[in-house]
């Protein structure tokens, strides 16, 4: 597979690292040959996901609704190339809305420079509002699919996969695993702003 080749050796960041989808997209990076900084405030999950591959699986404890912990992360990284900037939001009841949002906001464009020089991306994979929603969790999807797209007119090559109920499903994993990898990779420069509906109808098991 091309993304066992164009990973390894390469560096990724991600946030929302210890939930379910987080915690797989981080275990298929590292085995994919990728140095991962796993970012969670859930420090148990996320040192227990760090034993899975102490070697390619970094830990960082963080919440990420403290924006001096999230600037003082963002200013540490220096130039240091980053090949991989994922963003997930797969837990009802996590991080607010307002923290996730100003994070892909603030990030996406502190690290834009090293994605750049690394050829590499940011994706932002986050639940759907489903059926019986709010209207508050409607205006917060339209949102992060409206700041991913200003993102990438202002030049970050980002994407977002809007995760739907079946989506979310343990058995459906391998195969949004990748997806994002694929949304990852140089040969998907030309994509930026785009918003893929994942799992809307269903997800092969």
């Known amino acids: 597979m091309a993304d066992s080749v164009l990973f390894a050796g390469k560096n990724s960041l991600v946030f929302g ?3 379910p989808v ?13 140095f991962v900084v796993a970012v969670d405030s859930d420090e148990d999950a996320l040192f227990q996901l760090a034993r899975s591959n102490p070697d390619r699986i970094a830990p960082m404890s963080l919440d990420i609704a403290d ?3 999230v600037d ?12 991989a900037l994922i963003f997930v939001q797969d837990r009802a009841g996590g991080s ?15 690290l834009a420079p090293v994605l750049e020089a690394a050829n590499g991306a ?16 409607k205006s917060d999807a339209e949102a992060l699919a409206i700041l991913t797209r200003e993102l990438a007119s202002d030049g970050a090559r980002i994407n977002a ?18 997806t994002a990898m694929m949304m990852l990779l140089p040969m998907s420069a030309a994509i930026g702003g785009a918003v893929l ?7 092969p098991a």
């Open 96 to 110: 607010s809305s307002a923290a996730f949002l100003g994070l892909v906001d603030s990030a996406t464009r502190h």
């Open 17 to 19: 690292a210890a939930g």
């Open 22 to 34: 987080g915690r797989a997209i981080c275990l298929r990076l590292a085995a994919r040959g990728s």
């Open 161 to 178: 996969m809007a995760l739907h109920p079946a989506a979310l499903d343990r058995r459906a994993h391998a195969q949004l695993c990748a």
């Open 72 to 83: 003082r992360l963002l200013s540490n990284w220096g130039p240091e190339p980053l090949h």
């Open 197 to 203: 509906p994942i799992g809307q109808h269903a997800m």
């Open 122 to 137: 940011a994706l932002v994979m986050h639940r759907v509002a489903g059926e019986g929603a709010t209207a508050r969790q």
């Open 67 to 69: 924006e001096t912990a």
